[in-house]
Nanobody, 123 residues
Framework: QVQLVESGGGLVQAGGSLRLSCAAS????????MGWFRQAPGKEREFVAA???????YYGDSVTGRFTISRDNAKNTVYLQMNSLKPEDTAVYYC?????????????????WGQGTQVTVSS
């Protein structure tokens, strides 16, 4: 079992930046591959970024070049640095953890989820 708590969301103007954090507690954090998803009202949950067990990273097409996923195993925390934000990035952002192999692009691959943090980008 692992518990995930996101923070760092808020209101920002277009072109601005935010850094989301996801603090994990419970089982050994380094054993989990981590990912970020987002969900806007009326839309399906969308893949944003993920780590594989190899350490390689994947990004959704809409955020590539603007967002960066990172992790600090000593702090049991994964981060999502979001730059050049756009109004279409507005959503609830979720941190997720999985033990399964694979690229982690689909929500069904993840066993644990945080409660989400709201990001609102104004134009």
């Amino acid at each position: 079992q692992v518990q995930l708590v996101e923070s760092g969301g808020g209101l920002v103007q277009a072109g601005g930046s935010l850094r989301l954090s996801c603090a994990a507690s419970g089982r050994t954090f380094s054993r989990f591959a981590m990912g970020w998803f987002r969900q806007a009202p009326g839309k399906e949950r969308e893949f944003v970024a993920a780590f594989r067990y190899t350490g390689s990273t994947y990004y959704g097409d809409s955020v590539t070049g603007r967002f960066t996923i990172s992790r600090d195993n000593a702090k049991n925390t994964v981060y999502l640095q979001m730059n050049s934000l756009k109004p279409e990035d507005t959503a609830v952002y979720y941190c997720a953890a999985r033990t399964a192999a694979g690229r982690g692009l689909l929500p069904d691959e993840y066993e644990y989820w945080g409660q989400g943090t709201q990001v609102t980008v104004s134009s």
